[in-house]
């Protein structure tokens, strides 16, 4: 994953902790010199930490320069490249819930009463509805190819006004 970089107000604050360094006498002005041209010409956040390793607090303050989250992937294949729609979605509450409350209900009447079917029902009811959520997806709408001649000619435009 690439490094993440820095800003000039984060360079600025590196500087600034350099200089407290130099006038406490932990850095000698040489030092301070070669410190502060690498902090100006740092690009990433590792740089600027690297020239404070041996050095006590304070520090810049980096947090602004935090990594971006990674995208979620989702994988557009699964059931055969569909999307879900609000009846999928509540076929598939339907069916969790038959299992979440029907189950324990089973349970309860099979040790009470010896109505041991009721596992067959709770069991047949998620299944079913666990297959209409899926039957109720809609097909995920495939890219056309106006939309890759249109990102070509977007990519054609920036190119010519680069050049």
């Known amino acids: ?67 971006p989250r990674r995208p979620t992937m989702v994988n557009p294949e699964w059931p055969g490249g569909r999307t879900g729609t609000r009846a999928s979605r509540v076929m598939d509450v339907i069916g969790v819930l038959s299992l979440l409350v029907g189950l324990p209900v089973a349970i309860v009447m099979t040790a009470v009463s010896g109505v041991w079917w009721m596992f067959v029902v709770v069991l047949g009811v998620a299944a079913v509805a666990m297959v209409l959520g899926v039957a109720f997806m809609t097909p995920a709408a495939a890219p ?7 990102e070509e000619r977007v990519a054609d435009d920036s190119t010519e006004k680069d050049g």
């Open 1 to 67: 994953m690439a490094e993440i970089r820095v800003s000039s107000a984060e360079r600025d604050d590196a500087i600034a902790a350099l200089g407290v360094h130099l006038s406490s006498g932990r850095l000698s002005s040489e030092e301070y010199e070669r410190r502060q041209r690498q902090a100006t010409e740092a690009q990433t956040r590792a740089e600027l930490e690297s020239l404070f390793d041996d050095l006590p607090a304070p520090h810049p303050d980096l947090t602004a320069a935090i990594t």
């Open 144 to 150: 056309s190819p106006a939309d890759d001649d249109r």
